[in-house]
């Protein structure tokens, strides 16, 4: 009897993991604004860009996206998220961490490559601007849609 009473609780305990490691994890969503993004790149300069955005376009282009042709694993963390992607044989392992209303910071690893992006949203987009315009650092605007 007591085996069995131990037996059924670790197929619950069983059942239970492998319902939460397969489940979706709920994407974030940024607040809708103006962006600063400053990328920290491996060779030690930093390049800052600004992004307007609102919630359509947040949810076409959210920060953990999953890419055509990619695989990707995301996984809740202790203040955001850990991500694993696998593109054309390369793998990149990072984490999304912080209040993707206010400021976050995303890390990403891929092979001997680090890179650091910490966003903060800055108000309003500016007159002018649209959701998907990135403002480049030598000023010139792109639209990622």
């Known amino acids: 009897m007591r085996r069995s009473v131990a037996v059924s ?13 397969s489940a979706q994890v709920a994407e ?3 607040k809708a604004g103006w962006w600063e993004m400053a990328a920290h790149l491996p ?7 600004y992004l307007c955005l ?3 376009f ?3 282009h959210s920060v953990l996206a999953k890419q055509e042709g990619c695989t990707q694993t995301v996984e809740a963390v202790a203040g955001g998220y850990s991500f694993k992607k696998t593109c054309g044989g390369e793998t990149t392992t990072g984490t999304a961490i ?3 209303n ?3 910071k995303i890390t990403e690893q891929r092979g001997a490559a680090r890179i650091q992006t910490d966003a903060r949203l800055v108000g309003a987009c500016p007159a002018g601007r649209k959701p998907g315009d990135m ?4 000023g010139t605007v792109i639209n990622l849609d």
């Open 9 to 21: 609780r670790v197929c619950v305990v069983l059942v239970a993991l492998a319902a939460g490691a």
């Open 102 to 104: 206010a400021a976050y």
């Open 54 to 56: 609102d919630a359509a």
């Open 98 to 100: 912080g209040d993707f």
């Open 28 to 30: 974030p969503h940024r």
């Open 58 to 60: 947040d949810s076409r």
């Open 135 to 138: 403002q480049m650092p030598n």
């Open 43 to 49: 060779n030690g300069t930093t390049m800052t860009r």
